[in-house]
């Protein structure tokens, strides 16, 4: 708990910009019409591709015997792939919606 306490309070302009984020992302995202929240949200899932890049680039600087780095950057890479196939599928159905019917 100690160790946690000294890195907090070594860290603690990020965690003030961590809070801060956090509350400017639900004003921004409560403020945004209903209309626009699909498109929005595939977006933001489109860029995921960032973690999935960030999460192979820390495995491959992880060691061999460092087991959660590569567990947790394993993780991440799933998670992040998910997210991006979800963002597309979202939007082809979207997307669906606006195709004109053959009869």
Do not use: Q, W
């Not at 409560?30 to 929005?40: I, N, Y």
């Not at 590569?70 to 196939?85: E, K, P, Q, R, Y």
């Not at 979800?86 to 669906?96: A, I, Q, S």
Request: proline share 3%; charged share 10%; no cysteine.
């Amino acid at each position: 708990m100690t160790e946690f306490l000294s890195f907090l309070s070594a860290h603690i302009d990020m965690a003030y910009v961590l809070i801060l984020s956090i509350f400017v992302g639900v004003e921004v995202i409560g403020k945004v019409p209903s209309v626009l929240h699909t498109p929005l949200m595939s977006g933001a899932n489109a860029i995921h591709g960032v973690i999935i890049i960030g999460a192979i680039i820390v495995m491959l600087n992880a060691g061999v015997d460092n087991i959660p780095a590569l567990i947790l950057g394993f993780i991440a890479v799933i998670l992040g792939t998910l997210n991006v196939v979800g963002g597309f599928v979202v939007t082809d159905r979207m997307l669906e919606m606006f195709k004109k019917k053959k009869n």
